[in-house]
């Protein structure tokens, strides 16, 4: 795991609601860099979750199309 993952995990193993915003922060930060990186479509692995999945798409609308994202 990405060393600045393990940071997260043991900053909020806690606080259950901190983690899980900073775990979307995390993965709102790949996305930023997949993109930027020429990426053209993600899929976002929630572990069905549609809760996070929606809070990551609120937090993207002007960095990626996402048309290209409804799949």
Request: proline residues 6%; contains cysteine; charged residues 30%.
């Amino acid at each position: 795991m990405p060393k600045k993952f393990i940071r997260i995990l043991d900053k909020y193993k806690d606080n259950p609601a901190a983690l899980k915003e900073a775990g979307i922060m995390c993965a709102i930060d790949q996305i930023i860099d997949l993109v930027t990186s020429g990426v053209k479509e993600i899929h976002i692995y929630s572990m069905n979750r549609p809760d996070v999945t929606a809070k990551i798409m609120e937090n993207i609308p002007n960095i990626l199309d996402h048309k290209e994202l409804i799949s």
